[in-house]
């Protein structure tokens, strides 16, 4: 059986906010929540295809945009929580 790693890659584009389209196996499947992103069936060549051209109509929503701007704003939020638990750390 074809296993994908834990998918480094998918996890620099989730944050960069760039809607991401992995597979439902291995790693890309523990990490993509299908809110905006998509899984793919690894082993449905033409599933790959259907799930591009959902993604191009889900870009050009609204809603799809607010989800990204809201990971966005989410992920501000935490690393500032870090850099204060950090200074108060390190003082």
Known sequence: MYYEGFGYSVLESLSLNVP???SNIG???EIITGEVDLKYDA???FDLFKKFEIMNRKWKTS???QVTLKR???Q???VQ???KIYEE???
């Open 72 to 74: 966005s704003t989410t």
């Open 81 to 83: 929580m870090y850099d």
């Open 20 to 22: 991401v389209i992995g």
């Open 76 to 78: 501000k939020i935490v």
């Open 27 to 29: 790693g890309p499947n």
């Open 43 to 45: 082993f449905d060549r």
């Open 89 to 91: 750390v390190v003082g």
């Open 63 to 65: 809603r799809t945009q």
